[in-house]
């Protein structure tokens, strides 16, 4: 089953905007991280952000997650053709051991 | 510092057959993880091993099976096939940490085909 929900499920945006998703989960987390994946690749680690944190960057990513509507969001500040591919939100429930849980993800297309 | 391997990267079998994929865990990881990616969807926990255990496990039948060597290279065993096997299967290591704030590091997958 899933853990996490990514809205929306496709976006498409030009070099240089920012691009923003989502991502909704269900129960309580000990972290949440986002993932990255090329053309049905291994998923690449981007980003981990702890129950108790409300915003973390690095480089051009922004993270911030909001505990009590259990979501968060991706920021990806002056998006590149190379940033194209699918974005995945996933979580750690606190009763679930430490298995990372993925949502369905957003595919996101950066046209130069 | 290798990353995560999986072999094979691309395999067809047929409905009933049994098939095994292998996964080599990044150097210093010692959990590996297994996860069932259909097309167009998010990766689907099927289970977790530590120090050769299986250490919880997703919504999979007892068809899925596993295993975890001393070296922490691990075997995803799948039995009795079935089409909707078709899929793309992602091995990741991590280091446990108490705190959970497991990281995963992924292999490239294989991607088996049921016909």
């Known amino acids: 089953s899933q853990q996490g929900e990514e809205d929306p499920q496709a976006l498409s945006i030009q070099e240089g905007e920012n691009a923003t998703m989502n991502c909704s989960y269900k129960?309580?987390?000990?972290?949440l991280q986002w993932y990255r994946q090329n053309s049905g690749r291994g998923l690449v680690h981007l980003i981990l952000?702890?129950?108790?944190?409300r915003e973390k960057h690095s480089g051009r990513l922004r993270v911030t997650l909001d505990t009590s509507k259990k979501s968060s969001s991706l920021l990806i500040t002056a998006s590149r053709a190379a940033d194209t591919a699918s974005y995945f939100c996933?979580?750690?429930?606190?009763?679930?051991?430490?298995?990372?849980?993925f949502g369905k993800g957003t595919t996101l297309s950066v046209s130069s | 510092e290798t990353g995560v391997t999986q072999s094979p990267t691309h395999l067809i079998k047929t409905r009933g057959q049994q098939v095994t994929l292998r996964c080599s865990s990044q150097?210093?990881?010692?959990?590996v993880s297994w996860y069932q990616q259909a097309l167009g969807q998010g990766p689907q926990f099927i289970f977790q091993?530590?120090?050769?255990?299986?250490?919880g496990r997703g919504n999979f039948p007892p068809r899925f099976s596993g295993l975890q060597f001393p070296n922490y290279s691990s075997e995803l065993n799948v039995n009795a096939l079935e089409l909707d096997d078709s899929a793309l299967y992602l091995c990741?290591?991590?280091?446990?940490?108490?705190?959970?704030?497991?990281?995963?590091?992924f292999g490239a997958g294989s991607r088996l085909t049921v016909l």
């Open positions: 129960t309580s987390i000990n972290n």
């Open positions: 091993y530590y120090r050769e255990e299986e250490n």
């Open positions: 996933a979580t750690v429930p606190n009763q679930a051991g430490t298995a990372l849980i």
């Open positions: 990741a290591s991590s280091l446990a940490r108490p705190s959970g704030a497991n990281v995963l590091t």
């Open positions: 150097s210093g990881h010692n959990t």
């Open positions: 952000i702890r129950s108790n944190e």
